[in-house]
């Protein structure tokens, strides 16, 4: 604590005197109370005579000396430890210490030991700008009382010297107490200061409320609005003063604050857990309110960069429809993402569900594979494709792999994973299975086509002349037509167009096709996919039907039906003379082309009738008009 302004006292003294010329150094060496000055290293740099008669010692023994080096002492004594004691506490508090009782021998080294008694003071002493500079100690060599009272202890059980040693246990126990309490405040890593009075003068703050704030000096005995003027406008004030006035304690949870960080300096956000605590008077008053709480900052910053990089994981599995699930090997439970519940036709925020429930949506046909293909956990984590059937029926291809989690002792307990939708890439292989599957059925039935063409041509020729332009025109009609099948861009065009391009190759005009129908208009993909069945019918027909005989004769007929999807026909190819019809014991290719991949672009059910009096196509076929 720093003296009060003004003179110093010992001018105000001798100025009030007539002794104002007395020489101090000699008062001081001459008073008969003994008295010794150290400095802060506590060596020894000045004493009166007082002191050098009561300890046996000369200036030339001690001064210039530590003082534990000029009275040599074992530390662990009880009198060592309390001498040590009373002098760290002074120049750590700055106060006046006393020492009512202290056993210390003060004999020199390697004479008799000499156990004698004091009592000691300890007083601080301060430079002209208040810093602590030295001490003083006054000590009185109570040993005569202290063996007097030794001596007579029955008489004096109560007496004085009994009673202040007890008081001197109290007092060093309170003191260690008091400095213990007083470093654990100051080292909390809690932040924590007291206001009192109505203005909230700070009254007490530790080192990491002085941290919180940017270390402002001097904010001992400030008002909070003055010490920290910047949390006036955020309410902070505010607060106190409710916690004055009701007496009911605030707690904040993540507060966001900004405070003033050193001085000039840009104001920076924290975040803040901390509670305003009212302290009561016995009368119930509110005197005080104690502040404590924890810097969160880095807690909540890195709490929101962890909300920032989920939101971007989740948008990018969103967006790649990429789904992660964790499977708890012990509980048998599966969390998984919104995008994960979602590839499984479950709701997105669905809660963890047991292995089971996801094992049972594997298709039948695939869920064999799956598990002869991952006979061990590690192989069950590979990549691996397979099916699923959604709650609603539907049918997808989903890729899934994984990872194992292990405990300390090489134990699997979890497995991280992700899951994808691999649908589309499934139908797009399918396709281009198809697609090849196709081209080379379409060569084959290109060289039947040809071969038969070639066959029926030179059977109704008169010579090769008519042969040779009957072959090369129906050529040409097989190209313009295969043309049509292979573009993919057919425009829309009238049914009975359609089917008069496809007969012409055949066509001799000798009555072997009879075709029937109404005006048709149809678009460009009922277009390609009624061409591509007339294709595959016609060159059925020419290599195994009505028209690989003479006799043989088709009949091609088409009238309106009822569709609630819009406008139809329902077409019919039936095959008349021809040889006598075998139902097939599988299915060729394009039969199946016929059923599925035709079917599926006209959006209607094909039925093949292999009847024993002759072959027969039936399809609804929707058009425009």
């Known amino acids: 604590m720093r003296p009060p302004a003004g003179p110093p006292p010992e001018a105000i003294l001798f100025r009030a005197s007539s002794l104002s010329t007395v020489d101090l150094f000699g008062v001081f060496n001459a008073s008969p109370n003994p008295y010794v000055i150290l400095d802060l290293e506590l060596t020894i740099v000045g004493c009166n005579d007082a002191y050098l008669r009561v300890t046996g010692r000369t200036r030339d023994d001690i001064v210039g000396r530590n003082m534990f080096d000029a009275f040599p002492a074992d530390p662990d004594t009880p009198g060592g430890r309390l001498l040590r004691a009373s002098l760290a506490k002074v120049i750590a508090e700055g106060e006046p210490d006393e020492i009512a009782l202290i056993p210390y021998d003060t004999s020199r080294p390697g004479e008799a030991p000499a156990m004698r008694y004091w009592s000691a003071t300890h007083t601080p002493i301060r430079d002209g700008e208040g810093r602590l500079a030295f001490i003083l100690q006054h000590t009185t060599d109570v040993t005569e009382v202290e063996r007097l009272r030794s001596a007579s202890a029955a008489q004096n059980e109560a007496g004085i010297l009994n009673r202040a040693a007890a008081v001197q246990a109290e007092n060093v126990a309170l003191s260690q107490q008091s400095s213990q309490l007083r470093r654990l405040f100051q080292q909390t890593p809690s932040f924590m200061a007291m206001v009192e009075g109505p203005d909230h003068v700070f009254t007490l703050v530790n080192d990491a409320y002085s941290g919180l704030v940017g270390y402002r000096p001097d904010l001992i005995g400030k008002p909070a609005a003055q010490a920290l003027p910047e949390v006036v406008e955020q309410g902070f004030i505010a607060l ?11 707690i904040g949870r993540a507060v966001p604050i900004l405070l003033q960080q050193g001085s000039g300096g840009l104001p920076e956000q924290r975040y803040l857990d901390f509670i305003y605590q009212p302290i009561r008077e016995p009368d119930g008053g509110v005197s005080g309110i104690f502040v404590q709480g924890h810097d969160i900052t880095e807690q909540k910053v890195a709490q929101s960069e962890l909300e920032r990089q989920r939101e971007i994981l989740r948008l990018a599995q969103e967006a ?61 984590v590979k990549p691996n494709e397979y099916r699923v059937i959604r709650p609603d029926g539907s049918v997808r291809w989903l890729q899934r792999q994984g990872s194992i989690i292990r405990d300390a002792a090489g134990k699997p307990v979890q497995v991280l994973g992700v899951s994808f939708d691999v649908t589309d890439r499934k139908e797009r292989e399918a396709q281009i299975t198809l697609l090849a599957q196709e081209a080379a059925h379409r060569v084959k039935n290109m060289l039947a086509m040809v071969q038969g063409i070639m066959a029926q041509s030179l059977r109704s020729a008169t010579d090769m002349k008519q042969a040779r332009e009957v072959i090369g025109a129906r050529l040409v009609a097989l190209a313009e037509a295969q043309d049509l099948l292979t573009r993919g861009d057919a425009t829309a ?31 460009s993909k009922v277009v390609l996919s009624l061409g591509l069945m007339l294709h595959e019918l016609a060159t059925n027909a020419l290599k195994y039907g009505a028209l690989s005989v ?22 019919t190819w039936r095959e008349l003379n021809g040889p006598a019809v075998v ?22 059910h094909v039925d093949l009738d292999y009847a024993a009096n002759g072959f027969v196509c039936r399809a609804v076929i929707p058009v425009d008009g």
């Open 320 to 380: 790649g429809g990429v789904g992660t699930f964790v499977w708890d090997l012990t509980s048998g439970y599966i969390a998984g993402s919104e995008t994960f519940n979602r590839l499984y036709g479950l709701p997105a925020e669905s809660p963890p569900q047991p292995y089971e429930r996801f094992a049972k949506a594997v298709h039948p046909d695939d869920l064999d594979r799956i598990v002869r293909a991952a006979p061990t956990l590690e192989a069950g």
């Open 240 to 250: 106190l003063d409710q916690v004055r006035t009701t007496g009911e304690p605030f």
């Open 583 to 604: 139902p097939p014991d599988t299915r060729g290719f394009g039969s199946r082309l016929i059923e599925r991949g035709v079917a599926s672009n006209l959006g209607s």
């Open 493 to 523: 065009a009238a049914m009975g167009d359609v089917v008069a391009a496809t007969i012409r190759l055949h066509n001799d005009g000798d009555g072997r096709f009879a075709v029937e129908g109404p005006d048709a208009q149809l678009s």
């Open 550 to 571: 003479p006799e043989g004769r088709v009949e091609i007929t088409w009238a309106p039906v009822a569709m609630e999807a819009g406008a139809a026909v329902a077409f």
